[in-house]
């Protein structure tokens, strides 16, 4: 399995970002897939999750009416877009899938800062 997350950056508060999770190594479209962040100093936690059929979604308190996670089967990728993005927001970014829970990419650094 491998995933590949992309698409953070810098961004002034108020701002957007769309990140990507390119998937390959099992059947993306058989799995939900979530994200996950890790800010400085603190455990990973749970950002958003979407459903592998149905595309049914959820999404952790602090980012609900922010974040939008959706999916392109075809493409084997997951998105999060990222709207009103907060200091709060810093953190690594990661996608998983229950495929291979304890597998982790490398991250995409979103940096929330004015």
């Known amino acids: 399995v491998q995933l590949v997350e992309s698409g953070g950056g810098l961004v002034q508060p108020g701002g957007s970002l769309r990140l990507s999770c390119a998937a390959s190594?099992?059947?993306?479209?058989?799995?939900?897939m979530r994200w996950y962040r890790q800010a400085p100093g603190k455990e990973r936690e749970f950002v958003a999750v979407?459903?592998?059929?149905?595309?049914?979604?959820n999404y952790a308190e602090s980012v609900k009416g922010r974040f939008t996670i959706s999916r392109d089967n075809a493409k084997n990728t997951v998105y999060l877009q990222m709207n009103s993005l907060k200091p709060e927001d810093t953190a690594v970014y990661y996608c998983?899938?229950?495929?291979?829970?304890?597998?982790w990419g490398q991250g995409t650094q979103v940096t929330i800062s004015s």
């Open positions: 998983n899938t229950p495929y291979a829970p304890n597998y």
């Open positions: 190594g099992f059947t993306f479209s058989r799995y939900n």
């Open positions: 979407i459903s592998s059929a149905s595309g049914t979604t």
